[in-house]
């Protein structure tokens, strides 16, 4: 059942009972599903968003995580508006694809990937550019495994009144944040990430007194948030179109063990030790990894080709067959490779991964 974990960052490893609760059919107009699963999933992910679960709501989307950040940005940057996107990496690029294909009217601000966006560089933006009125970033840059520095982020555009939207793909779940604290009216999340679910759906957490005004303005049917919540809750948990219902029943087990676990900080805790151990070992076999230790995330770390000659992908396949699937790199600056920290992986994991890494050629 299990040939190798993934440490990569999304699809990642699931716990057995998370696969096993998949194995039975639901129909999605009767309340087993509906009330007993969907329901109870919308509530508990806006109280693992924020202590004033009563100023948000939780908005699920068929798809992967980028088909929610294209629905928020589809969904709430109308044609009056414009939108600030601020990137240093892959995802934060993507936003802005995004907003061409949307003809939306943007401006982003790209940083070296290998640093944080800045929050002073945002404020003389919006200082130059009072029409700006929302601000977009990335959380987790997954790419590299930058971790942004969301509260001072936070701090300006709240200071200059601008709405916010953050894509926390890969650290909702995994690093402690509270929506409301930091002033997010859009947080974008998926399945398959920090909860450790399976792949086949995203969430979107909204300031409820934003999405009443996203009414009327996403071009798409079928990415449009303020329709599918809309349907959602009149339909008390009822979906616009097909569910995916074993994904969905998946992730209430996922959210399930997240509280077992002892909710957020404890599942931080775990991977906070799972990257302590993995970069701790590779060092120890001569490994550098890409970031400086203080902007780097728990989730994914970046490391460096040993040599110039480095074989990637005879260093990858001596893996796999030892039990563990590693990422290729992602930027075009520096020869890297990734491995996550993610998903139902432990300690002992990186111990049997470093093990294993000492015993390749490469
Ligand atoms: C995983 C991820 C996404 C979504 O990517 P998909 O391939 O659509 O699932 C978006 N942003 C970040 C930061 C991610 O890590």
């Not at 088909?67 to 990137?87: D, F, H, K, M, T």
């Not at 003809?103 to 200082?127: C, G, R």
């Not at 990415?223 to 959602?232: F, G, R, T, V």
């Not at 890409?290 to 990637?312: C, R, V």
Request: charged letters at 25%; glycine letters at 8%; aromatic letters at 10%.
């Amino acid at each position: 059942m299990k040939p190798y974990i993934l440490l990569t960052p999304g699809p990642l490893t699931t716990s057995d009972t998370v696969k096993q609760v998949m194995m039975a059919d639901w129909c999605t107009w009767d309340e087993d599903y509906n009330l007993h699963i969907v329901e109870e999933i919308r509530h508990n992910l806006v109280a693992l968003a924020t202590k004033k679960p009563e100023l948000y709501t939780a908005i699920l989307l068929q798809g992967s995580g980028t088909y929610c950040v294209e629905a928020v940005l589809g969904s709430a940057i109308a044609p009056q508006n414009r939108l600030l996107i601020l990137s240093n990496g892959a995802y934060g690029d993507r936003m802005g694809t995004i907003a061409e294909y949307h003809k939306l009217n943007y401006d982003i601000i790209e940083f070296d990937e290998i640093s944080q966006v800045s929050e002073v560089t945002l404020e003389e933006h919006l200082l130059k550019n009072p029409d700006i009125t929302h601000v977009a970033v990335v959380h987790c840059e997954t790419t590299t495994g930058v971790l942004n520095p969301l509260r001072k982020i936070s701090r300006v555009v709240r200071k200059h009144g601008r709405k916010f939207i953050v894509d926390a793909m890969s650290s909702f779940g995994g690093v402690p944040m509270d929506v409301e604290e930091l002033g997010i009216d859009f947080m974008i999340s998926s399945a398959n990430k920090c909860i450790q679910g399976v792949p086949g759906f995203g969430f979107i957490i909204a300031r409820k007194s934003e999405l009443l005004r996203c009414k009327g303005i996403s071009p798409s049917l079928s990415l449009d948030i303020y329709a599918q919540w809309e349907a959602m809750e009149k339909g008390h948990g009822k979906w616009r179109f097909t569910s995916p219902t074993h994904v969905v029943r998946a992730f209430k087990q996922a959210m399930q063990e997240l509280a077992d676990e002892g909710g957020v900080e404890a599942r931080n805790k775990r991977y906070v030790e799972n990257h302590r151990i993995l970069v701790e070992g590779m060092r120890s076999l001569g490994f550098e990894t890409l970031l400086p230790d203080d902007i780097q995330s728990p989730i994914i770390t970046s490391f460096l080709y040993p040599k110039k000659d480095f074989d990637f992908k005879s260093f990858y396949t001596q893996l796999k067959e030892k039990g563990f699937v590693i990422y290729p790199g992602k930027i075009s600056q520096a020869d890297t490779f990734r491995i996550g920290n993610i998903g139902d992986v432990y300690p002992k994991d990186f111990d049997r991964l470093i093990d294993a890494i000492r015993q390749t050629k490469y």
